[in-house]
């Protein structure tokens, strides 16, 4: 059963944190090669944030948010996580867990959304200034 549920979105102000979480079946989680955040604001195109290969662990991130955000994943849980640091008005969104099954390839570092096939609900982030 392919399943992923973001979890963790909401308000914060400029500067402060917030952390999303993506659970995944494991079904979903095992077959992947990519898992990734994507988000996407109101009128403007969805847009890759961080990727990580589920096999290695290497993860990649849109320019936007490197040094600001991190993501990890917890293998036994099946889950992935975005960290927010220092967060911007400009990273209000809905954010996106996805992932990438295997058999489309391992293209992680490109962090183009059409590139997965999977893909959760959203969770939503405000960030006032």
């Known amino acids: 059963q392919v399943r992923l549920v973001e979890s963790g979105g909401g308000s914060v102000q400029a500067g402060g944190s917030l952390r999303l979480s993506c659970a995944a079946s494991?079904?979903?989680?095992?077959?992947?090669?990519?898992m990734g955040w994507f988000r996407q604001a109101p009128g403007k195109e969805r847009e890759g944030v961080a990727t990580i290969q589920t096999g290695g662990g290497t993860t990649y991130y849109a320019d936007s948010v490197k040094g600001r955000f991190t993501i990890s994943q917890d293998n036994a849980q099946n889950i992935v996580f975005l960290q927010m640091n220092n967060v911007k008005p400009e990273d209000s969104a809905m954010y996106y867990c996805?992932?990438?099954?295997?058999?489309?390839?391992?293209?992680?570092?490109?962090?183009?959304?059409?590139?997965?096939?999977?893909w959760g609900q959203g969770t939503q982030v405000t960030v006032s200034s």
């Open positions: 996805a992932a990438q099954a295997r058999y489309l390839g391992s293209w992680c570092y490109r962090l183009r959304e059409y590139e997965y096939n999977s």
């Open positions: 494991e079904y979903t989680y095992n077959t992947a090669s990519c």
